[in-house]
């Protein structure tokens, strides 16, 4: 892929300050007949004509008595209501002609995520086909960080670009393009280890699981940051998973472009943390690959050596995230870093157990999970925590070798996959997130397909992670 067509930071921003703005009443549905009695005769017979009772998701468009637009209203319903999404605002984005909008009447509590929801409104993956976003702008509300949110915003957008991107333009060679872009642009460092390299460097599984790709297999590393304490991301880059030797049926290969959604998350994560500059020493470490299928495939059986000297027992070569990883998570600990987070479209049984919209996480500090959580809740963005659980530790272990990279039994998949990883941190802190990456159905301000999970959260607490 040329630069020319590489993933770029898009810009999702607010209106400018000066701007002359539509004020967007937010009204809760048993507070509007309080609003109505403190507004002029006209505009309480246009509403209640309009039939408009505050209902999550509803608008109006109010006229002055010289039939032009005055004012405009927004249903926020009830807290009951609101309890079931979030981002309940991007709808009205949606709803609402093209124009700038000021909010009025929003508890200031709830403006970020709102104000955060309107600008994620304006995303669109255009890159193949002109699409429609939400053409109604907003002016930040008073009280919020609007630079802090529109540089979340364009992380956002860029783990959304890159898991939308198909593998025919977004093979491991792409995902390095992009990393550079990225490095670029906030004057990183960038250091890449391809195809034989990779053996001769010490990362085999890397190097086993992509070598039958037409595209060689590579370890992206890139570092920023000169003071501070040292956080390392590791992200899955499985560009496309066609299962190898064990190959997948087609309605589960269908999505596999996506299967390198961890690595856009640490990267949507990355471009947020360097663009608020923290006073962080950052490393991103991106095992990219394609698990295709040809002579040279890794079968069923083999049993490899890993970066760390542990031996792997292959007993699906459609487990291959974890062999990937563990070779990355090998290399990041060796630095010693103050935490280290994996993020991984790593197992179905995630899915299973938690479904697409929540993150689930593995983490066995106290601290780690308490800043992590009150995070999640303040900037909506749901996590939730899965065990470390030791007594699964024999279920991978399969007597011929250290450690089985696709236990049988089927049982606590997602466990099992955590387990095999912290095998491979030593005594780093350590949390491991197996996420989806992908919004199956359209939700306010998250369109169907690809998504970043965790990430906001994982900004949010990095500060009480890392006593900065």
């Known amino acids: 892929m040329t630069s020319s067509t590489s993933p770029i930071v ?48 509803s608008t109006l468009l109010v006229p002055g008595a010289d ?3 005055a004012l405009a209203l927004a249903g926020y319903g ?49 890159r193949y086909a002109s699409q429609r976003p939400a053409k109604a702008r907003l002016k930040a509300p008073e009280g919020v960080d609007s630079a802090r949110l529109e540089i979340i915003a364009a992380g956002e957008a860029l783990t959304r670009d890159l898991i939308n991107t198909p593998a025919s333009d977004m093979g491991p060679a792409d995902l390095e393009v992009a990393c550079g872009a990225l490095a670029a642009e906030h004057g990183a460092t960038i250091e890449v280890i391809r195809g034989a390299a990779l053996l001769a460097q010490n990362l085999p599984m890397i190097h086993t699981v992509g070598r039958a790709a037409a595209d060689e297999p590579r370890l992206i590393d890139m570092a920023w940051g000169n003071a501070g304490p040292t956080l390392t991301l590791v992200g899955k880059g499985v560009c496309f998973d066609t299962g190898g030797l064990n190959l997948k049926p087609g309605a589960s290969m269908g999505l596999m472009k996506k299967d390198m959604g961890g690595a856009a998350t640490v990267l949507g994560l990355a471009h947020m943390i360097m663009a608020l500059e923290l006073p962080v020493r950052l490393r991103v ?46 290399l990041g600990a060796e630095g010693a870093p103050d935490l280290m987070v ?18 689930p996480y593995y983490a066995d500090d106290s601290a780690l999970v308490s800043a992590l959580e009150q995070a999640a809740a ?23 070798a250290d450690l089985d990279n696709a236990p049988k039994g089927g049982f606590a998949g997602s466990v099992t996959a955590a387990l095999f990883l ?3 941190v030593g005594d780093t802190r350590y949390m491991h997130f197996d996420i989806y990456g992908w919004n199956p159905t359209t939700a306010p301000a998250r369109p169907k397909g690809g998504v970043g999970m965790g990430a ?10 890392l006593d900065l």
């Open 422 to 424: 912290r095998r491979f």
């Open 78 to 126: 009830s807290a009951e209501a609101r309890r079931r999404g979030r981002f309940h605002l991007a709808d009205c984005a949606g709803a609402l002609p093209e124009g700038i909008y000021a909010l009025a009447g929003l508890d200031p509590t709830r403006a970020a995520e709102e104000a955060l929801g309107w600008l994620l409104s304006g995303y669109a993956f255009d």
């Open 67 to 69: 039939g032009e637009i």
């Open 10 to 57: 898009k810009t999702l921003s607010f209106a400018a300050a000066d701007a002359d703005a539509i004020p967007l009443h937010v009204i809760e549905s048993h507070a509007l007949d309080a609003w109505l009695e403190t507004q002029p005769g006209h505009t309480v017979a246009w509403v209640r004509a309009a039939g408009f009772n505050g209902a999550l998701g």
């Open 456 to 465: 906001r959260a994982l900004l949010e607490a990095l500060p009480r992670m």
């Open 378 to 400: 303040q900037v909506a963005d749901p996590v939730w925590r899965l065990p470390f659980h030791d007594p699964y530790e024999s279920l991978i272990e399969p007597g011929i």
């Open 285 to 330: 470490l991106i095992p990219a690959v394609e698990n295709a299928v040809a002579g040279n495939a890794f079968r069923p059986g083999d049993i490899l050596t890993a970066r760390n000297g542990k031996t792997v027992e292959i007993n699906n070569t459609d487990a291959e995230g974890r062999l990937v990883l563990a070779d990355a998570l090998s």
């Open 342 to 359: 994996s993020m991984a479209t790593l197992t179905g049984a995630a899915r299973v157990a938690v479904g697409p919209d929540l993150a």
